[in-house]
């Protein structure tokens, strides 16, 4: 019987993947999902946000190498810590999924610096990060790029105004680096959620009880996402999520806005 010619998930996008935001809710659920299809995986965080208690957890459940950086992705020198600290390795695999902090709340209600700051960690970093190691990629004729994008990022939306802006620009750029890199083997995904069961999501002011609180957990997204990376540059996660993602885009761009808006002001019992 002849070998079969498709390599396995770590051949790949192995022998390392790097995750950007990786100590805990969605970015740690895609260490440990990496892990577990046999990549070791760089773990980048903040300091102080329980980075080697969670790469340690990583090691424990799943026998990998695990590397981990701290790094503030929103500082200018974002590369220059994460570069030399992975110099040595084979990055087959870049996760951009930090993105959820100082997300909700009106506009024009804090500094214009608390939405810098999340444009920074949302696109400055993805850009950054991308631009960096996807010449590796690119030049090893293999690997994978995961961004995060959002329902929130389909309309502008009133209590997420630079978030939503934000995770459409993720989008966009997903989808444009899946044009220039596919030719050379190398295959990017943007991932549009809706509500995850986050740390930061649950601690974000909701209405609701968090411990009730409807949505996805962070280990489903994580796995869906890189089942899907190569077969699209996009790709609604949840059943539910691409008939609201469908929704939406039918609608004119005044009643889109309306309902995302309504949404969201349900979500944290604003008037």
């Known amino acids: 019987m002849a070998d079969d010619p498709s390599p396995s998930f770590a051949d790949r996008y192995g022998p390392w993947g790097l995750v950007l935001g990786a100590s805990h809710g969605i970015g ?3 260490a440990h999902e990496l892990a577990a299809r046999g990549v070791s995986v760089v773990m980048a965080a903040r300091p102080d946000d329980g980075l080697d208690a969670a790469a340690d957890a990583v090691r424990a459940a799943h026998g ?3 590397r981990t950086v701290e790094v503030d992705l929103i500082a200018d020198d974002m590369i220059g810590r994460l570069a030399p600290a992975t110099a040595d390795l084979d990055i087959g695999l870049l996760a951009c999924v930090a993105g959820g902090v100082d997300s909700v709340g009106r506009f024009l209600d804090h500094p214009a610096e608390r939405a810098e700051r999340l444009v ?3 696109c400055l970093a993805p850009i950054r990060a991308c631009h960096h190691y996807g010449s590796h990629l690119r030049a090893r004729g293999r690997g994978g790029i995961v961004l995060i994008s959002s329902l929130a990022g389909v309309f502008g939306t009133d209590g997420t105004v630079a978030y ?3 995770k459409s620009f993720d989008l966009v750029l997903a989808q444009g680096l899946w044009a220039e890199l596919r030719p050379h083997g190398v295959d990017v995904i943007g ?3 809706g509500n995850v069961r986050t740390p930061t999501l649950l601690a974000s002011g909701l209405r609701h009880d968090p411990d009730t ?3 996805m957990e962070p280990d489903e997204v994580a796995r869906v996402g890189l089942d899907r990376l190569g077969e699209a540059p996009m790709w609604v996660v949840g059943d539910d999520n691409r008939m609201i993602y469908e929704t939406l885009r039918t609608l004119p761009a005044v009643d889109g806005i309306d309902a995302m808006s309504a949404g969201v002001r349900a979500q944290y019992g604003w008037d």
């Open 28 to 30: 740690n659920a895609f």
């Open 191 to 193: 991932l549009v959620l």
């Open 164 to 166: 939503s802006a934000a």
């Open 64 to 66: 990998v190498e695990v």
């Open 213 to 215: 609180f409807p949505g």
């Open 120 to 122: 920074r960690l949302n």
